[in-house]
């Protein structure tokens, strides 16, 4: 692959060690609904290192084994960290939902989430909303990691639901004394959702404020080169990257080129067209096995073309194409007709990707900023987020 500008390298960076488990580099896959399934993990491995999470799984549905769940938390041999994020709202559906997964050995690391800014998650009090119903945050927490046992039960929360209500310190703390294994912060609150720059000074001020736990920053990682900046700025110990590896797997080999020790400087990874071709390519195959299906598997590659061909000299009638092929041999037949050895078109192909949004009010219940502890109907209102189905 063509290579450009160099990346700077942290020398001597240690590996991420979050319980039991060390990484080779401290990074990990942001959990993304729709995105990060068997297929798109496999992919990112076969670039680079570190763990890579599953999507977000209800845990009401984990515990009723509904067949959306079951076949989300199936691992392909090759994931030899199988790491899975629950979903939940109750403590005991969680402690269920953790404990069927460690009874049944399907995880070697469980996350949950209190960071989900998406409209159907808070307004029944769910993902960046709890946090603010701190007793019950701390409940959920304390009966996971004693349901988790051995092994290590994370944490992955957002500033708060708005400027007004920010909870990441406090949740960080009362996280902290349930005994997780780490605290991932994406650094934005509910209210930015994908919006704007991320906060990176609340990063530095998380990793202030604990001492005693591994402290990962979330946002605006859309290079090795911004992880390395994130580390150096808020002295946090690893970081999670989501929308800055859309269509770009071969990040996952730039950031570990950029954390592993090594001689000078390491260029990262600008890939030709042919290159991109062939990644889209092994992509769609591993969604087809994923799904059991053909023409599944290439019906959800479609959402990826935008991001794989970001930049390269692709036209919108052979993207359009790309986005209604049935079968990998249309395929093969459409990435053939491209010239392989268009090269990397630069900072076309960098930079913010995905969907950001606009900062909007949260969804939330009604009257749930009223207190910070569970009054009138919150209890009936966080009964029904627990009727969601699986994959956020």
Request: net charge negative; proline share 6%.
């Amino acid at each position: 692959m063509t290579m450009m500008t160099p990346t700077p390298t942290i020398s001597h960076a240690p590996a991420l060690r979050i319980g039991p488990l060390e990484l080779d580099v401290p990074v990990v896959l942001a959990p993304m609904a729709g995105i990060t399934n068997t297929a798109f993990r496999r992919l990112c491995r076969e670039y680079g290192a570190g763990l890579y999470v599953s999507e977000m799984i209800t845990s009401r549905a984990l515990v009723e084994r509904t067949r959306e769940s079951m076949r989300l938390i199936t691992h392909h041999p090759s994931e030899t960290t199988r790491s899975i994020q629950l979903y939940g709202v109750d403590p005991t559906t969680v402690s269920e939902a953790v404990t069927m997964l460690v009874a049944e050995d399907r995880a070697d690391h469980i996350d949950l989430n209190f960071g989900c800014p998406v409209p159907k998650v808070t307004r029944k009090g769910g993902g960046a909303a709890l946090p603010w119903k701190l007793t019950l945050f701390r409940q959920i927490v304390e009966a996971a990691v004693k349901a988790a046992g051995d092994i290590p039960l994370t944490v992955k929360m957002r500033k708060g639901i708005d400027s007004d209500h920010l909870t990441y310190l406090e949740a960080a703390k009362a996280a902290q004394g349930a005994g997780v294994a780490s605290i991932a912060l994406h650094a934005r609150t509910a209210a930015e959702f994908y919006s704007g720059q991320a906060d990176w000074s609340a990063i530095a001020a998380l990793k202030e404020a604990i001492t005693d736990t591994p402290v990962l920053g979330n946002g605006d990682i859309w290079s090795a080169d911004d992880a390395v900046r994130m580390t150096r700025q808020t002295g946090c110990d690893g970081v999670v990257v989501g929308r800055g590896c859309l269509g770009r797997p071969w990040l996952f080999g730039d950031l570990a080129a950029a954390f592993q020790p090594g001689d000078g400087e390491r260029a990262p990874i600008q890939p030709n067209l042919g290159q991109v071709a062939a990644a889209f390519r092994r992509h769609a195959e591993l969604l087809t096995a994923f799904f059991e299906s053909e023409e599944r598997g290439c019906r959800d590659i479609r959402k990826h073309v935008a991001w794989y061909f970001k930049g390269y000299p692709v036209g919108g009638d052979l993207r359009a194409s790309l986005a209604t092929a049935e079968s990998l041999a249309q395929l093969d037949d459409l990435l053939g007709t491209l010239d392989h050895d268009q090269p990397y078109p630069g900072v076309g192909a960098e930079g913010p990707r995905g969907r950001a949004g606009t900062p909007k009010k949260p969804a939330l219940p009604e009257n749930w900023l009223a207190s910070r502890e569970m009054v009138g109907d919150d209890r009936a209102t966080l009964t029904e987020g627990e009727g969601d189905t699986s994959g956020g």
